[in-house]
DNA sequence: GCCAGCCTGTTG
DNA sequence: CAACAGGCTGGC
């Protein structure tokens, strides 16, 4: 489910509530969501700050007392991962695997991760030990930091020339973030089809695509993500992106730019929507 | 690089 | 009832 707008959203929503509270207790109903790196206590902690990094969602623990910092969670929603902020004595839902009891000015209540299909991984690792996840560590530049330069996503593209387009996107060692519905929402407003090869894109479809990844990563975000079933944010509250979709899911309708029949096909494993008309297969240049 | 597999729920 | 779903990993 979330991507990184849906994660940055989550992150927006939980912050005021989470930071500076009291994790009291953590309790474990189904174990395999969950992994711990060495010993480290699950609680008390005081949650310092809430940080995201692509689709991960960090929250820097620190000890009660001393202020010093003790321990890193990371959450990794995948499909149907939520993570909600609860009343005290909400019963747990059917499929909640752990429960996070905090306190706040005295005042207590729970926060609750859930996942109908149990994809979601949450972690507890040493304070300043991000590299210790794997995933976490390998992940490319920020989209919307100035660490993600054309020159460095060109690269990227060398180094996966033989690939599609749209595996290009998808694979977040090139850029931290983009998942099913932001990766076709991209190449459809930069013109360009999900199964071109990445050496068939010229520099300037690169920087449009570029742009492109940002602009509606940023829109996303504007819109609080985007809901079509699942998801919500740490208070339950929609998104509404799935107003501004230009293909994603409107198989069967009319291209809002030129009145085509938007089609999905398969690529890189994934559906993917397109518009054959303002995303013309064929590497533009007409050569052979 | 590709794709089955991980899970449960929903949709056609 | 089979196909599919917003993600990622590991085995080829």
């Not at 711990?36 to 969602?57: E, F, I, N, Q, S």
């Not at 149907?80 to 059917?94: I, S």
Request: glycine fraction near 8%; charged fraction near 25%; hydrophobic fraction near 35%.
């Amino acid at each position: 489910m979330p991507e990184l707008p849906e994660v940055e959203t989550i992150r927006r929503s939980l912050a005021p509530h989470l930071t500076g509270a009291v994790l009291r207790e953590l309790r474990i109903f189904h174990p395999v969501v969950f992994s711990r790196h060495d010993d480290r206590r699950l609680a008390p902690w005081r949650l310092v700050a809430l940080r995201r990094r692509g689709k991960y969602l960090i929250i820097d623990l620190a000890d009660p007392e001393s202020g010093e910092p003790g321990a890193l969670l990371l959450i990794h929603f995948r499909m149907t991962g939520k993570l909600l902020c609860l009343a005290e004595g909400t019963p747990p839902a059917k499929h909640t695997h752990i429960r996070f009891s905090l306190t706040r000015d005295g005042k207590p209540f729970c926060l609750d991760f859930n996942d109908v299909r149990r994809f979601g991984r949450v972690s507890l690792l040493p304070p300043f030990a991000e590299t210790l996840d794997p995933g976490l560590a390998s992940l490319g530049p920020e989209p919307l930091s100035d660490d993600w330069t054309l020159d460095r996503f060109l690269e990227q593209m060398r180094r996966h020339a033989r690939t599609t387009v749209k595996a290009l996107l998808l694979n977040q060692t090139v850029v931290a973030g983009v998942g099913n519905i932001y990766c076709d929402e991209a190449l459809f407003r930069s013109g360009i089809h999900p199964a071109r090869r990445v050496n068939t894109l010229s520099d300037e479809e690169a920087r449009l695509l570029r742009d492109a990844v940002r602009h509606v990563l940023a829109e996303g975000i504007g819109h609080r993500g985007t809901t079509f079933r699942d998801y919500v944010d740490g208070l339950g509250a929609r998104g509404f992106f799935q107003q501004e979709l230009q293909v994603f899911r409107r198989e069967g309708k009319p291209c809002r730019t030129c009145g085509t029949v938007i089609e999905k096909l398969t690529v890189a494993g994934r559906g993917t929507h397109v518009c054959p008309v303002c995303q013309p297969l064929g590497d533009g240049t007409s050569h052979n």
